[in-house]
């Protein structure tokens, strides 16, 4: 059942409530913050000028470097008295992305995050144990504030501590879960060595999100846990999670809240809009918001959009689960591909783990492309014990089928992009885990001929 009213209105009726919040969204910025009103007037535009939901194409695009060089206030658009609540970004690459929240914004972003887990089917009868990161990363809190919407008993984890957390989990009889998925999958690999039979707990449903994940993963967490796993999608520029999310009912594509994000989706390089179905970078724009409303904000995440009404009953629109990140796109020996493309294919690997890294190197002028896998347990303790055994019959056969399996993962990226890569097996817990995003690339190559980005 949806939570509120504007998840299953007619098209126009959206439309109309769309119109009036963009208006109004150009009017304060225009009104309330220097810097727009200095991009808007270079642009050759004036909040009047917004007549129709087209229109918007008018307004300049607002990117990650606009709002890093206006750290750390700069596109604020309400005063300090009326900011409840901060948040920021990692900032692992630079300073940190810091987002003030007013307290309307802070029920804009409760009421969203409500319907997302109304969605995953979690109610009052639910104990949500809530592993992501409290503090300023908004995970945590977005969905802290959410479950307590709707009534679920919230158990503030946030990460790590993974033996405390299957125990609790255990003990408490956690219905719900939200997590990375990689988290996730870490924490069965620790269960597993402590014997614990996740399919026995009491999860029923899940919400994932906070790093892209394909459907392989999908299926490897939903049969590990026995539960429904639900994708959600946001970003701190623009509230944290809460952007869109998935009905447990399909799970197939995620409803945006297009009352208070206005999508559209544009080629990546002549920045172009694009029509409905195609696929591009999600270009989204606050209407609702107060502290720091964003104009076309360029989010770097590839999807499309598709309406339509969900059999769940949902009119809002919908967008693909995020088929990759502009900045994760690896351009090698020119090809274009994305790190969850080998994801697929290693989870349908038997005696491999889902946890991996791409290394990409420079030899000359040629790249060189490295996929790091890690084994999982079980095979490394057969190779093991049979080293122990002194057996060499074994240990030969545990060599021959590492290889086969090296050769294996090897023919199928090649199939798949059509690039020889080395593939290289690692043992379990060697690659770096991480409560946030995984890591799933690294690039050594100078910065120049990476892709092109600055
Ligand atoms: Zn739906």
């Not at 009889?173 to 014997?195: K, N």
């Amino acid at each position: 059942m949806a939570w509120s009213r504007e998840e299953t209105i007619g098209r126009d009726e959206m439309r109309q409530i769309q119109l009036g919040r963009l208006q109004k969204a150009v009017a304060d910025v225009y009104g309330k913050n220097a810097v727009y009103r200095k991009w808007l007037d270079e642009a050759g535009v004036k909040p009047g000028d917004i007549k129709s939901l087209d229109d918007i194409r008018r307004l300049p695009f607002t990117t990650k470097q606009h709002i890093r060089d206006q750290y750390p206030f700069g596109l604020f658009s309400a005063s300090m008295e009326d900011i409840v609540e901060f948040h920021a970004t990692s900032g692992t690459t630079g300073k940190p992305v810091v987002v003030p929240y007013t307290r309307n914004d802070i029920e804009l972003w409760t009421e969203v995050m409500a319907r997302t887990c109304a969605a995953a089917g979690i109610t009052k009868n639910d104990i949500v144990q809530n592993i992501y990161g409290y503090g300023l990363f908004t995970g945590g809190l977005g969905t802290h504030y959410g479950a307590i919407r709707v009534g679920a008993t919230v158990v503030p984890m946030s990460g790590g501590n993974s033996q405390r957390q299957i125990m609790l989990m255990q003990d408490f009889g956690s219905t719900a879960v939200a997590s990375t998925p990689s988290f996730l999958m870490h924490l069965h690999e620790v269960g597993e060595q402590m014997g614990v039979d996740f399919k026995k707990l009491k999860l029923k449903t899940g919400l994932f999100g906070a790093e892209p994940w394909s459907d392989s993963m999908r299926q490897a967490i939903q049969e590990k846990f026995g539960l429904k796993a639900c994708d959600l999608y946001g970003l701190t520029e623009m509230i944290g999670p809460g952007v869109s999310f998935e009905c447990h009912e399909v799970r197939d594509g995620l409803h945006i809240n297009e009352d208070f994000f206005y999508p559209e989706v544009i080629h990546p390089e002549s920045c172009e809009s694009l029509p409905y179905g195609e696929e591009g970078e999600l270009v989204l724009t606050t209407i609702g918001k107060e502290g720091m409303p964003l104009l076309r904000y360029r989010t770097r995440d590839i999807t499309r959009l598709r309406h339509g009404v969900c059999p769940c009953g949902r009119t809002l629109v919908k967008m693909e689960r995020i088929s990759g990140r502009t900045d994760d796109m690896l351009i090698i020996r020119g090809v274009n591909f994305f790190p969850s493309q080998i994801e697929a294919i290693i989870l349908k690997r038997q005696g491999v783990s889902p946890h991996y890294m791409v290394v990409v190197d420079r030899q000359g002028s040629m790249d060189e492309v490295e996929v790091r896998i890690e084994v999982t347990e079980e095979f490394m303790a057969k190779a093991g014990a049979d080293v122990l055994k002194g057996s060499e019959k074994e240990i030969l056969k545990d060599v021959q089928l590492a290889r086969q399996k090296i050769e294996n993962l090897k023919r199928d990226i090649k199939d798949l992009i059509g690039i020889t890569a080395k593939v290289t097996l690692v043992p379990p817990g060697t690659v770096p885990r991480s409560e946030g995003k995984a890591k799933r690339v690294e690039d050594r190559r100078p910065k120049g001929i990476r892709t092109g980005r600055p």
